[in-house]
């Protein structure tokens, strides 16, 4: 999905969510409340893993899912989703240590969006810590690298900034003065004066997780989901309170600009840390509207805990409560898909979602049993399936956005250049990137990664091999057991 959590572990391993384990913000093989990814969520091994392996050098500058960090044959410095209290928090520990020594000010996030405040005043916000990531890159490129054009090496950093701005600011204008325009020309400076710094012979790649574009309402799915008898609520004093609050309009959608004033305080009393993922699984919102504690597990069938169209069953031997057995799961999921077909935006004659589609058309792999059972992709028509926070408004449809004006689009961008790159375009997908670092520096490319090598960026014939250890775990096993059934069905076997 294009998601930043699942994406980002998409681009630094060339699998799909079924094989490394990441769909949305939250794993929820535990619990219904879900538990925020991390890296250690992403059940294979990266390609920066690989890279050092093989005796390649890695330095990775703010990628997002890499807390906590591994150690790599150079430094990692971690990105979006570290905890802002791991202070100092880096592989190896000397390197993190100098980078906050030498560039004090360096952030894991960008500087949130809060109501009132002035837009240019927030862009200045956001390029001050493009500067400052810019700044803290190349003093570790410079310092703590050691790439001298000969040796294999890979060097990365992610602006985030790029991505805060045309979530918050999509709609905005003054004049001639686009705020968007404003952050991404100060990425590209900061680009450029990374690439004067890098050989004669480097590769450039300048790589998005996602594209964007305008959000116009929000399909909130598990309101839906209720509505169409596939979830019910407790019928205990405290939750059939906070619904009744929640029919008179107290949520967290009319709630969210006194929340949005606060964050900044609460943050800096410790109090918060992630204005992206702590709603989701904050007790203490949980206690004040409804959420995950206020459904009747006993008595609900399906349910979604993401933000970009995703549908979960509530099976039987997966969820704790699960209610729908192996014999009625394709009975239901169909029965639950064929009615989201049928959804049509509020006013108009258009299908809310562009493509419906169960699981195994879209993902593959040994942890497809933990991901979504039906995916469904509304952005195109400038809707979200938000189902993140379950019950953020009281409607089923939210015709002004409480999320933001700027969402996610599938379709993002990969531009490179360098001594083996052929001019041209051409379609390709995130996966590839890992499999075409490994190709670029004549390295194997592991055979379960589902990317192709770019020819027309590392045009040597690759050399694939299997490793037994690509998994971190015995998933391997699952997974070599999938592939029997698909070479037994093709008849190989």
Excluded: C
Excluded at 75 to 89: C, M, Q, V
Excluded at 246 to 254: I, P
Excluded at 255 to 264: A, Q
Aim: no cysteine; glycine share 8%.
């Amino acid at each position: 999905p294009p998601l930043t959590g699942p994406a980002w572990s998409s681009f630094q391993t060339g699998v799909n969510p079924g094989k490394h384990g990441v769909y949305s913000w939250l794993d929820m093989s535990r619990s219904y409340k879900g538990e925020v990814i991390n890296s250690s969520s992403i059940k294979v091994r990266t390609v920066w893993d690989l890279f050092s392996r093989r005796g390649g050098k890695v330095g990775l500058v703010s990628l997002p899912v890499t807390y906590p960090v591994e150690k790599v044959n150079g430094f990692l410095i971690p990105g979006f989703l570290t905890p802002s209290r791991k202070k100092h928090s880096g592989y190896p520990d000397h390197v993190a240590e100098s980078l906050f020594k030498t560039v004090p000010d360096f952030q894991y996030h960008p500087p949130f969006f809060p109501p009132n405040t002035s837009p240019r005043r927030w862009v200045d916000q956001l390029n001050s810590t493009i500067q400052t990531r810019g700044e803290a890159a190349r003093y570790l490129y410079e310092n703590h690298l050691g790439d001298n054009g000969k040796d294999p090496s890979v060097f990365m950093v992610h602006f985030f900034s790029t991505d805060q701005v045309q979530h918050k600011l999509w709609n905005y204008r003054e004049g001639d003065w686009d705020p968007r325009l404003e952050v991404f020309k100060e990425a590209d400076d900061q680009i450029g004066q990374l690439m004067e710094l890098a050989p004669d012979n480097s590769t450039f790649f300048v790589v998005s997780d996602h594209g964007f574009g305008p959000i116009n309402m929000s399909f909130n799915v598990n309101n839906w989901l209720h509505q169409q008898d596939f979830l019910t609520f407790n019928k205990n004093f405290t939750s059939s309170v906070k619904k009744k609050l929640s029919d008179l309009g107290l949520t967290k959608e009319r709630l969210k600009p006194i929340g949005d004033s606060l964050y900044p305080i609460a943050n800096k009393l410790n109090l918060a840390d992630n204005f992206t993922t702590d709603p989701l699984t904050d007790d203490r919102l949980s206690t004040l509207f409804l959420s995950h504690k206020d459904v009747d597990w006993r008595g609900t069938r399906a349910y979604s805990r993401s933000d970009v169209g995703q549908i979960r069953l509530n099976l039987k031997g997966r969820e704790k409560h699960g209610t729908v057995g192996e014999k009625s799961f394709k009975k239901i999921r169909k029965e639950i898909m064929n009615k989201l077909r049928e959804v049509k935006i509020p006013g108009e004659k258009r299908e809310l979602a562009e493509w419906v589609k169960p699981k195994e058309e879209v993902y593959h792999g040994p942890f497809l049993k933990y991901g979504p059972d039906i995916l469904f992709n509304p952005l195109p028509n400038a809707v979200q399936g938000y189902g993140a926070i379950m019950f953020m408004s009281k409607n089923v449809f939210s015709l002004n956005p409480f999320l933001d004006p700027g969402h996610h689009r599938k379709d993002g961008i990969l531009f490179a250049s360098g001594p083996s790159v052929a001019p041209g375009t051409r379609d390709a997908q995130i996966t590839d990137i890992a499999p075409t670092l490994m190709n670029l520096s004549s390295f194997p490319v592991p055979e379960q990664m589902d990317g192709d090598v770019i020819r027309e960026i590392a045009p040597e014939e690759p050399n694939y091999h299997r490793p037994d250890d690509f998994y971190k775990s015995r998933e391997r096993i699952a997974e070599s057991k999938e592939s029997r059934k698909k070479l037994e069905s093709l008849g190989y076997l």
